[in-house]
């Protein structure tokens, strides 16, 4: 492993995606920029985002209302633009996604119409630790329906001194609770580990129950490659502020499989799911429209398509697959430079909590740090490198394909050593 800063800034050269870093206004400390490592927790403003939101407020003085018909790009079908980039991410067909409200709103929409608790099976099962909305979404549900949580949420823990999950062990258990699981859930990708979750084989192991199986891809929509509908999954979805660009509080989205588009599921409807063609008649009797649209509320937050369009673009023009070869290499590299300098420290300053093998991981690492952590995350965020704590000893690094550089991961390995010794 060449641990030179030479080679860093040779692997910048050599970088096809080196350019897209421009179309990214990154953030600066006393006009110096810093080195930013939480696009897991929000990616950064591309260049383009303001304008494209600038020419909504213009539709919108210039043509008021009209605009949703009138406009160069009518509101009406500003979601169309959206759809193909996203749907492509996810390993979508373009009916099967939606791009509509938060994350944790999906995430009950969803879990009305998929988690129907009948007869035996009434359990959900999901990986231990999962982020809080999540196991807020399934405690309410659960007692909702008139269960108690602690029954009808089955958490699979890692094995005693792990922090990983194994598959075999998630399988297990849901093979454990057959009959009784109604519901299996899971991240993408564990925000809190960075682990990469087998959905392929979690999926299959949900139908072989019986149960359906849905994903929160909060940490893998724009991380890593997806392909919900060859994987069988029934319904997943996913916020667009981490690794999709898309801005604070940015529009979520949904994927429902087309198998289950004919089925009219239950759901809460609001008059944006309603057919398209008939939705200004406003009479009674919900028709939703054909597909994951179908599950819409509310008149769409135009401001914040336009904010997701202008990222989108980006990927587009990067291209996903050049995207995913230098998140693979970005990751490998700040992973070769950590396990280098665990070597050198003795193993005594921090742990992998994220798993080693490269496919169980997207862009994130996280470390325990077993001296000083909270110490080493302080000075590093005064030296300008943006990286994330979690209580009570958690490090976490997420250097993303299309605006991070193999010099930037090689600075903060660097000065990290610095702070370790
Ligand atoms: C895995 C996961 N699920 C759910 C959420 C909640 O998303 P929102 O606040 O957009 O509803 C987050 C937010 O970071 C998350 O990381």
Partial sequence: MNTTRDFALQLDREDPLSSFRERFIIPELKGKEQVYFLGNSLGLQPRTTAGYIDKIMKDWASLGVESFFQAPEPWMHYHDLLTKTVSEVVGAIPSE??????????????????????????????????????????????????????????????????FILRTEDIIDVIREH????????????????????????????????????????????????????????????????????????AIGGVFVHERHHDKNLPRFAGWWG??????????????????????????????????????????????????????????????????????????????????????????????LMLQNGKEVYQALMKDGFIVDWREPDVIRFAPVPLYNTYTEV??????????LK
Avoid at 133 to 154: K, L
Avoid at 217 to 238: M, T, Y
Avoid at 309 to 334: D, S
Avoid at 410 to 419: E, M
């Fill in 274 to 367: 309603y057919d398209i063609h008939q939705r200004f008649k406003m009479e009674k009797g919900f028709v939703p429209m054909p597909g994951a649209e179908g599950w819409q509320l509310s008149t769409p937050a135009i401001f914040l398509y336009a904010a997701h369009r202008a990222a989108l673009e980006i990927i587009e023009a990067a291209g996903w697959e050049n995207i995913q070869q230098k998140r693979e290499k970005l990751n490998g590299y700040l992973w070769s430079l950590l396990e280098e300098l665990d070597r050198e420290t003795g193993g005594r300053q921090i742990r992998f909590i994220t798993p080693g093998n490269a496919a169980d991981r997207g862009c994130q690492v996280s470390m």
């Fill in 410 to 419: 090689w600075s903060l390995v660097n000065r990290l050593r610095d702070l």
């Fill in 97 to 162: 996604v939606v791009v509509m409200n938060q994350l944790t709103v999906n995430l009950h929409l969803m879990l009305v119409s998929f988690y129907r608790p009948a007869g035996k099976r009434f359990k959900i099962i999901c990986e231990a630790k999962a982020f809080p909305s999540d196991q807020y979404a399934f405690e309410t549900h659960t007692r909702h329906h008139g269960f108690e949580p602690g029954d009808a949420v089955i958490e699979v823990k890692p094995r005693e001194g792990e």
């Fill in 178 to 249: 057959g009959e009784e699981t109604a519901l299996v859930l899971f991240g993408g990708i564990n925000y809190y580990t960075g682990q990469r979750f087998d959905m392929k084989a979690i999926t299959e192991a949900g139908h072989a129950s019986g149960a359906i199986v849905g994903f929160d891809l909060a940490h893998a929509a724009g991380n890593i490659p997806l392909h919900l509908h060859d994987w069988q999954v029934d319904f997943a979805c996913w916020c667009s502020y981490k690794y999709l660009n898309s801005g604070p509080g």
